[in-house]
Nanobody
Framework: VQLQASGGGSVQTGAYLTLSCAAPGRAFTTYAMGWFRQAPGQGRRFVAT????????EYADSVKGRFTISRDNIKNTVYLQMNSLKPEDTANYYC?????????????????WGQGTLVTVSS
């Protein structure tokens, strides 16, 4: 499964961006999906996850209330709507497909990864 993330960019504090992650094939609809981010000099960290059906989601505390993860299993795409962006949201954002159907917050639950898409938030 190849995942293709897009939608990153450079914005100012308070702006919004929507990231997209396209994944081909039937396998996408049976996996939980997630977004992680990696800032310079830091490890890859969990941001958000959504179960296979789209009915259940979980978020990192740092993004709760500002970010929304969603999916369209017909289009084989998962989204991350990011509102009220802050400089500390600056990172490479990665989408991933988990090995389970339910929400997954741990890095080692993910099997397939897309390339990163860079989000830069300036103050």
């Amino acid at each position: 499964v190849q995942l293709q993330a897009s939608g990153g960019g450079s914005v100012q504090t308070g702006a919004y961006l929507t990231l997209s992650c396209a994944a081909p094939g039937r396998a996408f609809t049976t996996y939980a999906m997630g977004w992680f981010r990696q800032a310079p000099g830091q490890g890859r960290r969990f941001v958000a996850t959504i179960d296979w059906s789209g009915r259940s989601t979980e978020y990192a505390d740092s993004v709760k209330g500002r970010f929304t993860i969603s999916r369209d299993n017909i289009k084989n795409t998962v989204y991350l709507q990011m509102n009220s962006l802050k400089p500390e949201d600056t990172a490479n954002y990665y989408c991933a497909a988990a090995s389970v159907a339910s929400t997954a917050t741990r890095l080692n639950q993910y099997v397939y990864w897309g390339q990163g898409t860079l989000v830069t938030v300036s103050s």
